[in-house]
């Protein structure tokens, strides 16, 4: 269901051109506890979306894998782990009540759970990430990871058809495909009803198919308009979740379709290689000659993307003419140089941590303002991406569809090349962790103003204000605190490298080797 916040927390008040509220009561569970009634805000955007008001599920299941994930996609927790929570921490009852805001899942001992309480728990897994796609993310998602995200759905016929000649509004309905269409292109109208209806149907419909019949009656008799949930299912043959045929095949079949000259083996990257995804576009030829790796690129991801343009991001993807030429093999100076665009990815996308954005006040502090934060939107997808005005995708953090395209079995997956020459990896395991942590110096500045156009004129001080990772100089670097240095590198293999990490400051923001920050002018 929607959030109740006052404020619309994915875009500033500017951007916001037609605001739709209704308020809805929500229905009483089966264990007579009500869910408080809250009032709805649908907020039309210059882009035509409809963004909720409210806040966002922090948790949830990463699609085809047993791991729950925060909104980094950074690793909790596993599944098998996980019970959902209301907004006071108390575990939900398995009933057929739908989600809510403030719901989130935590780890817990679930040993003494029975299958289908076990099963609404995972139902909940499931839909959080999919109820923040139509509320919350409309934006910034594409219709790839919507088939992604419903996979669950898709495997058992739920919600396959979409119906808009009912009589009146109540008689409509919408399937999966129908209702991204109408979440995407809203055309302007009030789409809060259709969205909760096809949320909490397909939400109970899941229910139905991974329970018991004995908990698919108690669904039937506790439901508040006395329908048969189970029987508007259409459900044939219910699909447990032990029978779905297991969600990573969908995934991987969805995210890749590759055409390269190397076998799957990171070692092959190392040497001379050509990728070509005719899915996504990508394009990308390697030759390493006479010490020198040259990159050829036309900077298209071989994976999904969000929407680009979007609330945050007003730039469009398009293909570009991209060459680099880097040192095949690292000098390492133990000199940290500062770096915008630090290294390349293995599918010619290029790493760009840092902004153009910044605040200053008018005390005369200038604070630069961090990619991945959640004071300012800039349009960041779900692979910590976006596109500057160019059209030049490029990353501010680790994309795990970046990591699942070139991951083997191990631990380390080489993902990238620096601009000095030494190799760039992710841990799946978050072993290498960064040195930086949160400053705990109070931060100065009044009558501060943000450089984003959109903020139109509104000002605000920073004067004593809690560093929390809006803004670079928000971080300190704490030597031998972690394994990385203030590059976020190491020694791996006996070899100097850089690891990309979940944390600040997730993609290395100087290099200890020798380098030239333009070194062909194509860049």
Known sequence: ???????????????????VQETTNVVESSVTQMKPTSNYSCNIIPLGFCIFTGIPHQTGLKPGTNEIINRQIEFLFLLEEAVAVDSSGKILEATGTPAFEGDELIQSDTSSLTDDERAFHHVMAIMFPIRNALMYDTGGFSASYWEILTYELAIRGIKDTTFTEGKTPKDNYYGREGIYDLARNPGGKDIHHDIMKFLEESGLYLLCHVTSDEFNEMLKETHPENHDPCKDAGIKNKVSFNEATITTTALETTTTSVDQNVIDSP???????????GTYGTKVTVIVSNGIRNIVSNSLPNHPTGNFPNAGNPNTISEQSKVWDFPAIGTYTGVASNVREPGIALNGVKFEPGTAETVTCDSGEVYRVEGLQNEFVLGMDFNNAHVQPSGEYHYHGISQLLVEAFEDDSDLVLIGFAKDGFLIYYSKSNSYKSSYKLSNDLRTGIQCKISLNRSGSNTFNLEGTVPDGTYTSDWIFIPNSELLDECNGTIIDDEYAYVVTDSFPFIPRCLMGEFSENRNPNR
Do not use: Q
Request: net charge negative; aromatic share 6%.
């Open 1 to 19: 269901m929607c959030g109740n916040s006052a404020e619309n927390t994915t875009e500033s008040e500017d951007t916001i051109s037609t605001t």
């Open 267 to 277: 070692k092959n990257y190392l040497s001379d290689y050509v990728l070509n995804d």
